[in-house]
T-cell receptor, first 115, second 113 residues
């Protein structure tokens, strides 16, 4: 596997289900991100982890819970979601060098549908 | 509040034509402007980027034009090809804002034969 992988690629869940999205990067990066991509909206940054520590949390509802056990893996735990949470969830990774732009490498995303 | 405004949201161009996508920003603290390209079923990938001290950057058929005083920048795709059909996002980054990148709404480009 190369680059950034995400599983599952598609997920349908009911509002009372609990599920998790998984992201893995094989690029030697030490920062990882979760984004939400909805139609006709800009990419929304949800969470940023740098060196396995959460450094950004953009007022995301608590029904989304991230976990970063090491620099290569990132999870997004989902619980009691709403239909408006249906979207493409993108994971990205980058180096974490301060003061310079670090190109973010994106995975293919998980298409989430909440019924 | 949309910090980076992008237009148009969709664009149809004939093969061989020029595709032009425009973006504008308000925050003068932004100091790096990348463009990302996203094909269906794939995540966005960095295409080309520019710093505000440069007025133009060209890579192959892709050119960014930057107007610092107007706080506007644009992507030109010369000799557009069907393989260029994708969604394009302009973005902006502030070196004081850690790794947070602000994205535009995206432009879906279709190049027809």
């Amino acid at each position: 596997e190369t680059g950034v992988t995400q599983t599952p690629r598609h997920l349908v869940m009911g509002m009372t289900n609990k599920k998790s999205l998984k992201c893995e990067q094989h690029l030697g990066h030490n920062a990882m991100y979760w984004y939400k991509q909805s139609a006709k909206k800009p990419l929304e940054l949800m969470f940023v982890y740098s060196l396995e520590e959460r450094v950004e949390n953009n007022s995301v509802p608590s029904r989304f819970s991230p976990e970063c056990p090491n620099s290569s893996h990132l999870f997004l735990h989902l619980h009691t979601l709403q239909p408006e949470d249906s979207a493409l969830y993108l994971c990205a990774s980058s180096h974490a060098r301060s003061g310079s732009y670090n190109e973010q490498f994106f995975g293919p995303g998980t298409r989430l549908t909440v019924l | 509040q949309q910090q980076v405004k992008q237009s148009p949201q969709s664009l149809i161009v004939q093969k061989g034509g020029i595709s032009i996508i425009n973006c504008a920003y308000e925050n003068t603290a932004f100091d790096y402007f990348p463009w990302y390209q996203q094909f269906p079923g794939k995540g966005p990938a960095l295409l080309i980027a520019i710093r505000p001290d440069v007025s133009e950057k060209k890579e192959g058929r892709f050119t960014i034009s930057f107007n610092k005083s107007a706080k506007q920048f644009s992507l030109h795709i010369m000799d557009s090809q069907p393989g260029d059909s994708a969604t394009y996002f302009c973005a902006a980054w502030n070196s004081g804002g850690y790794q947070k990148v602000t994205f535009g709404i995206g432009t879906k480009l279709q190049v027809i034969p």
